[in-house]
Nanobody, 127 residues
Framework: QVQLVESGGGSVQSGGSLRLSCAVSGYPYDVYCMAWFRQAPGKEREGVAVIDHDGRIGYDDSVKGRFTISQDNAKNTLYLQMSSLKPEDTAMYFC?????????????????????WGRGALVTISS
């Protein structure tokens, strides 16, 4: 059974930083696209960053230069380092995994592409 578990959410002031982690277990394949999504109250879920089995990375324009996605394959863990945080970054953040040979494109895919999801981590940015 594939499980994704996020951690590291919290509350910080505008301009601060947070790092999210996503521990992955039970995924038996070497090919994938992994992504961070977020969903603010009353808004649709949107992709913010992707990374795949070849290490290709992509970001949504709204977070370029502020967020960094990375992975530690030895620990089966995905990370999202978030800096220069803004109140509009406030959302529930989800990690997700797509079983795909082709990996990720240069931008986050739509949510319906993803096969597995974590339960989310809340990030709140105060002004």
């Amino acid at each position: 059974q594939v499980q994704l578990v996020e951690s590291g959410g919290g509350s910080v002031q505008s301009g601060g930083s947070l790092r999210l982690s996503c521990a992955v277990s039970g995924y038996p394949y070497d090919v994938y696209c992994m992504a961070w999504f977020r969903q603010a109250p009353g808004k649709e879920r949107e992709g913010v960053a992707v990374i795949d089995h070849d290490g290709r990375i992509g970001y949504d324009d709204s977070v370029k230069g502020r967020f960094t996605i990375s992975q530690d394959n030895a620990k089966n863990t995905l990370y999202l380092q978030m800096s220069s945080l803004k109140p509009e970054d406030t959302a529930m953040y989800f990690c997700a995994l797509e079983n795909t040979f082709s990996g990720c494109g240069d931008r986050p895919p739509p949510p319906y592409n993803m096969d597995y999801w974590g339960r989310g981590a809340l990030v709140t940015i105060s002004s």
